[in-house]
């Protein structure tokens, strides 16, 4: 039985690392970090988004019972060490939570492995890939839910239209 209401919301960007780092006098906004070690723009935007998502529900009677944070992420960091990755990814994931931790509403991490560089190509060995087991391991509430190297791409890294859409729609089917 589907839930009488889902809120769809997305935060992404492409192409992010982790953290952010400096190029030629250029920040580059990093998922999590800046090089100052504050949190980034894309950060304070997920736990605004968050709060808002969980307060307009709440307001109009129908509250949030569950947020399933899907995660799809790894070319930007596919060559960071999978300790590395590992302790980023459980950092961020707790510092989410501790910063909504107040609304009362759990979160579920649906964790996807990224595609590497397709079914035969050296990349499906990225440590990040890798990493997200590690991940998986050290929460109740995380799940490698999804590999998404067997969806079309349209470059050897980066989904295809149809990829995507396949994909979303086995995520869904998972999740529901």
């Not at 999978?82 to 961020?92: G, I, M, N, P, Q």
């Amino acid at each position: 039985k589907a839930p009488a209401r889902v809120i769809v919301r997305s935060e992404a960007r492409g192409g992010r690392p982790f953290l952010g780092f400096e190029n030629n006098g250029t920040i580059v906004d990093g998922i999590f970090r800046n090089p100052d070690g504050q949190h980034t723009i894309i950060f304070d935007n997920l736990i605004t988004t968050l709060r808002d998502s969980i307060a307009v529900a709440q307001a109009e009677g129908s509250p949030i019972s569950l947020i399933n944070m899907v995660w799809l992420h790894g070319e930007a960091d596919r060559a960071m060490a999978r300790e590395v990755y590992t302790a980023l990814h459980l950092e961020f994931i707790t510092e989410v939570e501790a910063l909504i931790a107040d609304t009362g509403v759990a979160i579920h991490w649906t964790l996807i492995q990224p595609s590497g560089t397709g079914p035969t190509g050296g990349g499906n060995f990225w440590p990040n890939r890798l990493a997200l087991f590690d991940v998986e391991a050290a929460r109740d509430n995380c799940d490698v839910a999804l590999t998404a190297y067997a969806y079309s791409q349209f470059d050897g890294s980066h989904y295809a239209a149809d990829g995507k859409i396949r994909m979303g729609e086995t995520l869904g089917r998972i999740i529901a």
